[in-house]
């Protein structure tokens, strides 16, 4: 399967956790934008009022041609408990149809309704949807993540899990 990454990061954070996805996976990651670039200032106060209505932000073209991948997982931030609004864009501006379709999403204070809401906007589509993965963005989990202790997988059915690192094991 192949496996596309498509993130979107206001901070950073997410990108950085989806630059690991990437090397676990094995996948492509490729960057998803608004049309009209939001501030931190603005991000926090109009887009959350956006997210909580479930609004969808116009974004920009991919760098990629998705109908090259059968695998795509979407990935961004929590805002006011909801997903960013490029988020519900991404969904409702692409052709999804047939893939294979996964959640990623961060938060840093509550995730609040945001599984849920992802769950309910990707099933609107005609896409296999497997499953929304959450994931506190707090500095211990971003160390254990960048450190390896904390890896991405497909565990047997499919789903996109975070497992723990196996140490390896040393000759004696």
């Known amino acids: 399967m192949k496996t596309l990454i498509v993130c979107y990061s206001l901070s950073g954070k997410t990108k950085q956790?989806?630059?690991?996805?990437?090397r676990c996976l094995d996948g492509k990651l490729t960057a998803l934008s608004e049309?009209?670039?939001?501030?931190?200032f603005g991000a926090y106060l109009i887009g959350s009022l956006e997210s909580r209505t479930r609004k969808a932000a116009l974004t920009k073209p991919l760098?990629?041609?998705?109908?090259e991948y059968n695998q795509i997982i979407l990935a961004g931030p929590v805002w006011a408990g909801f997903p960013a609004p490029a988020l519900?864009?991404?969904i409702r501006q692409?052709?999804?149809e047939d893939k294979r379709l996964y959640g990623f999403l961060t938060y840093s204070g509550s995730c609040g309704k945001a599984k849920e809401a992802m769950e309910e906007e990707m099933a609107s589509t005609?896409?296999?949807v497997k499953n929304v993965l959450t994931m506190?963005?707090?500095q211990e989990t971003m160390r254990a993540v960048k450190g390896g202790r904390l890896s991405f997988a497909f565990d047997d059915e499919g789903m996109l899990c975070l497992m723990k690192a196996v140490p390896e094991e040393q000759d004696d």
Do not use: H, P, Q, W
Request: charged share 35%.
């Open 17 to 22: 956790l989806c630059l690991t996805m990437k």
């Open 35 to 40: 049309a009209k670039n939001r501030s931190l």
């Open 63 to 67: 760098e990629v041609d998705i109908s």
């Open 88 to 90: 519900n864009g991404f």
């Open 94 to 96: 692409y052709d999804l």
């Open 126 to 128: 005609k896409a296999k």
């Open 136 to 138: 506190r963005s707090d």
